[in-house]
């Protein structure tokens, strides 16, 4: 795998572990007693459905399609929280007419997450990090003769909104922006000039 690559999966395993280092107080959840992981205190689990679509050289042939993810919000210290994200999503790719095949995207990743104010009970955030990216097609060269799998990384940018349904579960909406580096989707092209946009709503869980 490539050297990016490397660095990538490297930050992904210390970045939890930095984060807990340096982590200054747990919030009122900790100290009754929340779950953590690697030391820090979970503050969510949520899931979501979305929409989502590249942009750049390959987005006039994929049109915008469903995606999910599951993600884990860890309560560093008020008031950043470290972001865990698995994203998955499938977009049609439309060489011509007569023929149809899938893009599926696997995505993982880790970011920092600020909320510093609430207006109300919402509760608005930025986040930012770095992940690894899967993209798969078939291996079909009557119909992917453009486009191939291929893995890279991603630093995802993400502004979004948390509202608590009850004590216990909060519904959320967020816009993400993700770059990509060391992006090989195009055949015979050393880097591809495309990244990707997505919106999510999401459901989670508060107490355990």
């Known amino acids: ?4 690559l490397l660095v990538v999966a490297a930050a ?15 919030s009122e959840r900790a100290s009754e007693g929340a779950p953590e992981l690697l030391g820090i205190p979970v503050e969510s689990l949520s899931a979501g459905i979305g929409y989502s679509n590249y942009t750049g050289e390959i987005a006039p042939d994929i049109a ?18 470290l972001e865990v994200q698995y994203m998955g999503a499938v977009n ?9 095949f899938n893009l599926y995207t696997n995505q993982f990743q880790t970011a920092a997450q600020v909320a510093p104010w609430t207006v109300g009970d919402v509760e608005p955030y930025v986040s930012g990090g770095i992940g690894l990216t ?3 097609v078939a291996k079909n060269p ?13 630093v995802p940018l993400a502004a979004g909104a948390d509202y608590p349904i009850t004590d216990a579960l909060k519904i959320g909406a967020r816009a993400q ?20 946009w ?3 709503v999401n459901i989670g869980a508060t107490e355990f």
């Open 134 to 136: 899967r993209v798969s």
């Open 177 to 196: 922006w993700d770059i990509y580096f060391d992006n090989e989707l195009l055949v015979q092209e050393n880097t591809t000039d495309s990244d990707r």
């Open 1 to 4: 795998m490539r050297k990016y």
């Open 198 to 200: 997505g919106f999510m």
């Open 92 to 100: 049609s790719v439309i060489p011509d007419p007569l023929s149809e």
């Open 12 to 26: 992904l395993v210390a970045l939890p572990t930095a984060a807990s280092a340096v982590k200054i107080s747990k």
């Open 64 to 81: 915008p399609g469903p995606g999910w993810d599951l993600r884990l919000d860890l309560d560093v210290t008020q008031p950043v929280e």
């Open 142 to 154: 009557d119909l992917n003769a453009q486009i191939q799998s291929d893995t890279m990384g991603s």
